[in-house]
């Protein structure tokens, strides 16, 4: 403390600390909450193919098509220790091969700051939903959900499924579309 | 040129670095809390941030110059001895030292 420079060494040393407890602060006032709010997802068309799958054995795969409305309020989600929210629709389903199917649909970055109210209306999928054989022909319950990635200032980095999905049928020939 | 530089003062006494310590620890600390506060009540972290850099610039300021009430209260040394024997010329060395490595 007797020279500029080690009195600049502790100020600066002091600051540090005191900033990674205001930051621990900030995680441990929004820890505990709860991010999950309500969603609506309306699917209004389907149309199955079925076509090559050059990705996978080359054989002819189902590809399905869904058009769908998302309404939510993402207000309730964001406070000081949320940058922005990775939300996705990821669509569910099981299959003879497959107890557990998981594709992703769609996905949206909402920054901190933008509109949180979604209303989004036809919107078609950003990625091809293949199934990796035929399972999505008839298929009877295909579950749509919305989740997100919550991104914070400081801390954990939750996973929050919405609470509210669709399930629907499929149709049971290729190149028809079904409407719901 | 160079005795002019020398002539500055630049040192702090030792009551005067407890009172620089004390005041930056406060003022960080007071500018933290409030900053703490006002970012929950608007929702903005980076809020927090800023009003605790606010506090550092200006806790700076205050501590980082020796301003002269950092000098107030400065050591009390031994008058100069008129004739110095070679005993009594080490002890003097030695008390320089024990300053210095405070």
Same mark, same amino acid.
């Given at each position: 403390m007797n020279t500029v420079l080690s009195r600049a060494n502790s100020l600066f040393a002091f600051s540090l600390s005191v900033m990674a407890a205001l930051t621990f602060g900030c995680f441990i006032t929004t820890?505990? =909450? $709860?991010r999950s709010v309500p969603v609506q997802i309306q699917v209004s068309k389907v149309l199955l193919k079925n076509v090559d799958d050059f990705t996978g054995p080359r054989e002819r795969s189902d590809l399905g098509f869904v058009t769908f409305d998302i309404t939510a309020d /993402?207000? @309730?989600?964001?406070?000081? $220790?949320? =940058?922005e929210l990775f939300l996705y629709l990821s669509a569910e389903y099981s299959t003879r091969s497959n107890v557990l199917n998981q594709v992703v649909l769609w996905d949206k970055i909402v920054l901190r700051g933008? $509109?949180? =109210?979604l209303n989004l209306r036809d919107m078609k999928s950003k990625y091809f939903f293949f199934?990796? %054989? $035929? %399972? /999505? =022909?008839?298929?009877?319950n295909i579950t749509l959900t919305l989740s997100w990635n919550v991104v914070p200032n400081a801390g954990i980095l939750p996973l929050v499924m919405g609470s509210g999905h669709v399930s629907l049928p499929f149709p049971e020939s290729y190149e028809t579309t079904k409407s719901y | 040129m160079l005795s002019m530089f020398k002539s500055i003062p630049t040192h702090m006494d030792y009551k005067g670095q407890k009172l620089a310590e004390q005041i930056f620890q406060g003022i960080i600390l007071v500018s933290a809390v409030i900053g703490f506060i006002y970012g929950l009540i608007i929702e903005q972290f980076g809020w927090t941030v800023y009003i605790m850099l606010a506090g550092f610039t200006v806790s700076c300021l205050l501590t980082l110059p020796p301003w002269p009430m950092y000098r107030q209260n400065p050591l009390t040394w031994? @008058?100069? /001895? @008129?004739e110095a024997p070679v005993e009594s010329r080490e002890k003097p060395q030695e008390n320089l030292k024990k300053k210095k490595h405070k």
């Open positions: 820890a505990f =909450k $709860n /993402l207000q @309730p989600i964001f406070d000081w $220790n949320v =940058k933008e $509109n949180t =109210k199934d990796d %054989g $035929n %399972g /999505l =022909k008839a298929n009877k | 031994q @008058p100069a /001895l @008129p």
